[in-house]
């Protein structure tokens, strides 16, 4: 059996229920099998139990637009346009199996619309990770930069954006190794190619991208603390996301670190990609 998405759960508790002290109680509980995380939920509970009362607000209706307020306190979007005759930088972070290669040719797609763009292979030791991203590139008719397996990542950052500013400016889009359980070497290696990006790309042009399953729940904000440590996250890309997915990682990630989501990718194809909206976000999560 599927499990209930929060929405579910949220509809189910109002199912005839009085709001009483046992009915925040289940919401915390159906906040923190959300993906909201415990600190956050226990949190948003006592608030909106506070505010409920204040009001005396006692109408689902009323209810459910408090608990959205709340929750668009915390997730904000972010819009990411690179500038004509500049050479900007985007570096995609995420740990391995997000969707990190696939994200990279559906930002490319995106952004190959207004102007030009160029795929760094970064990943240079997972196993036919640039044989992917140059798969991606053909298909698209969008260049890719890769060396041999196993060279320096970011001497591959280094020479993409040479083409790139070669071109007049251009837009490179840095798809980089998420290998978690060696976090050492991983977090050097992101921290060298950090330093190039930030010398090579033109001023205010350079940007860190985190991809994260929507699906992964607690695991999600663990992994936006050790890439935020690392180098700092400037937004979110959420991959694998549809609305029956619990969905509440956006409003934990934003909450913990104020880190904005700037896309939704909604399935395999090119095209399920979009602008997070933080309003239509909230309303899928509450039903």
Do not use: W
């Not at 251009?170 to 978690?180: M, S």
């Amino acid at each position: 059996m599927a499990k209930q998405s929060f929405a579910e759960k949220l509809k189910n508790l109002f199912g005839g229920k009085k709001v009483d002290d046992e009915f925040f109680d289940d919401l915390t509980d159906a906040l923190v099998e959300g993906d909201i995380g415990a600190k956050t939920a226990f949190q948003l509970t006592d608030d909106l139990q506070k505010i409920c009362k204040e009001k005396r607000l006692t109408e689902e209706s009323d209810i459910r637009a408090e608990l959205k307020k709340m929750l668009l306190g915390f997730a904000k979007s972010v819009s990411l346009e690179p500038q004509k005759g500049k050479t900007s930088i985007y570096m995609l972070l995420g740990v391995n199996g997000v969707g990190k290669t696939t994200t990279a040719a559906k930002l490319a797609k995106h952004y190959a619309k207004s102007g030009d763009v160029i795929m760094a292979a970064a990943d240079t030791f997972r196993a036919a990770a640039e044989e992917q991203l140059e798969m991606h590139g053909e298909r698209l008719g969008i260049r890719v930069v890769s060396h041999q397996h196993g060279s320096d990542p970011s001497s591959v950052v280094f020479d993409a954006a040479d083409a790139a500013r070669a071109k007049g400016g251009a837009l490179v889009l840095a798809d980089t190794a998420g290998r978690l359980h060696n976090k050492e070497n991983l977090v050097r290696e992101l921290q060298k190619i950090d330093r190039i990006a930030a010398q090579k790309a033109d001023e205010g042009c350079y940007k860190k991208l985190l991809v994260i399953d929507a699906t992964t729940g607690q695991n999600a904000v663990r992994q936006a603390e050790v890439f935020h440590e690392a180098v700092g996250v400037d937004a979110v890309v959420l991959t694998k996301y549809d609305s029956t997915a619990k969905g509440g990682v956006a409003f934990a990630v934003g909450k913990e670190f104020g880190i904005p989501v700037a896309f939704v990718c909604t399935g395999e194809g090119y095209d399920d990609i979009q602008l997070f909206d933080p309003d239509s976000y909230a309303n899928e999560f509450l039903g």
